[in-house]
Each structure stands twice: as structure tokens, then as C-alpha cells.
T-cell receptor, first 114, second 117 residues
Framework: DQQVKQNSPSLSVQEGRISILNCDYTNSMFDYFLWYKKYPAEGPTFLISISSIKDKNEDGRFTVFLNKSAKHLSLHIVPSQPGDSAVYFCAASASGTSYGKLTFGQGTILTVHP | ETGVTQSPTHLIKTRGQQVTLRCSSQSGHNTVSWYQQALGQGPQFIFQYYREEENGRGNFPPRFSGLQFPNYSSELNVNALELDDSALYLC????????????????FGAGSRLTVL
């Protein structure tokens, strides 16, 4: 049972354009959402997060949007840079569960071309 | 501030054997979580340790066990290895209660890649 889904295995964009990565979830108990980025041979690194009481959170070039009614979130990267090329994981957490328990999606490979 | 370090980075075992993976938490962190990442999949939560006790477990059988030591380092032990245990095992540390509401921001190590033949 895949509770967090990233339906696009890969995304390719030109440098300077917008990258939009999507994520869907099924568990209504999820109330915190995070995006992690992973480079080869490295562990995932935290990028940005959003609480279910918000619908948008911005941090520099990165913005996460949450649509609770659709159980959908997206990560926007503007402008995209070649160094953003990595695997991006969407993750979700539910209050009352272990703080260290995140449910991850399968990941989307982002390639930004110069 | 040191990050999360894991050892070994790669190892090969045969079916039925036992394996121990090790993790040193980031300085100042008191909670450690272990994840299994199969090829082409996202990380899957195995369990979490806080104050040297397991306080959360994912859908993994009892042959997956762990320890957390007083210095907050940790071990993941897997007994009776199966072919499907081949994966990248990620350790993540965090500071309990210091997250975004109900979720801690986890700091991950680079992982230990286990191959079971």
C-alpha cells in the first residue's frame, strides 16, 4: 500500500526554467510534509517542509504547495540550476507517530540541462 | 558539527547469514531511525530508537533488530538474511521534540549498501 506516491519517475528541464515535482498521498492522518534531495553516494538532505495548516511555504528558490482536499503537494524550483539535478523524495508524517517515522514516495529524478 | 556516519559502506553476505550495520549520530542528536531503501524505491521506515529503547517500528519482521548506545550511536542487526534484504540501509538522527510540529527533520547518513547472494 503506497501511501505517498510520486508518479513521475523523472523530469528534465532547461536551466533557468521552472521545475515542478508532484506528490500525492492517501493517508488523511498525514499532517506534515517534507521534501528531501539526494545526490548519488550521499544520504538524503532536507530541503523544505510544510504543515497541513498552511498551503504554501517558500524558501529562496524553493516553494512547496499543499492542496489538502486533493491530497496533493508540489515542489517548485525557480529558476532551476544544473546543481539541482538529483533525486527528490516527498515524505509525510502523522502527529502522534514516532518523530523519526517518515513515509517516503518513490522519488523523482530531476535533470537540469545547462 | 559532525554529520551522521555509517559503516561499512558496502558489504556482501550470503542468504541465512547475519549482518550488523553501525551508525554514529550527528553531534547533539538523541534519536536515531533506520530506513531500508530498495533499488528504485523510496526509503522505508524500519524503526526508531530514543533513550536506548525502540519507540516506533515499521512493517519489518523481528529478525530486524537494533540497539542504541548511551553515546547515541546505533546498530542495525538483521538475522537470517534473505535475498530481498539487499538494499541501501540509511541511518538518520534527530533531536527529539525539536522538529516542525510532529515531525523531526532527519539528518541522514550516506548509507550501507548490503548485497545478499
Amino acid at each position: 500500500d503506497q501511501q505517498v506516491k510520486q508518479n513521475s519517475p523523472s523530469l528534465s528541464v532547461q536551466e533557468g526554467r521552472i521545475s515542478i515535482l508532484n506528490c500525492d498521498y492517501t493517508n488523511s492522518m498525514f499532517d506534515y510534509f517534507l521534501w528531501y534531495k539526494k545526490y548519488p553516494a550521499e544520504g538524503p538532505t532536507f530541503l523544505i517542509s510544510i504543515s497541513s495548516i498552511k498551503d504554501k511555504n517558500e524558501d529562496g528558490r524553493f516553494t512547496v504547495f499543499l492542496n489538502k482536499s486533493a491530497k496533493h503537494l508540489s515542489l517548485h524550483i525557480v529558476p532551476s540550476q544544473p546543481g539541482d539535478s538529483a533525486v527528490y523524495f516527498c515524505a509525510a508524517s502523522a502527529s502522534g507517530t514516532s518523530y523519526g517515522k517518515l513515509t517516503f514516495g518513490q522519488g523523482t529524478i530531476l535533470t537540469v540541462h545547462p | 558539527e559532525t554529520g551522521v556516519t555509517q559503516s561499512p559502506t558496502h558489504l556482501i553476505k550470503t542468504r541465512g547469514q547475519q549482518v550488523t550495520l553501525r551508525c554514529s549520530s550527528q553531534s547533539g542528536h538523541n534519536t536515531v531511525s533506520w530506513y531500508q531503501q530498495a533499488l528504485g524505491q523510496g526509503p522505508q521506515f524500519i524503526f526508531q530508537y530514543y533513550r536506548e529503547e525502540e519507540n516506533g517500528r515499521g512493517n519489518f519482521p523481528p529478525r530486524f533488530s537494533g540497539l542504541q548506545f548511551p553515546n547515541y550511536s546505533s546498530e542495525l542487526n538483521v538475522n537470517a538474511l534473505e535475498l530481498d534484504d539487499s538494499a541501501l540501509y540509511l541511518c538518520a538522527s534527530s533531536l527529539e521534540g525539536h522538529g516542525i510540529g510532529g515531525a523531526n527533520v532527519l539528518t541522514f547518513g550516506a548509507g550501507s549498501r548490503l548485497t545478499v547472494l
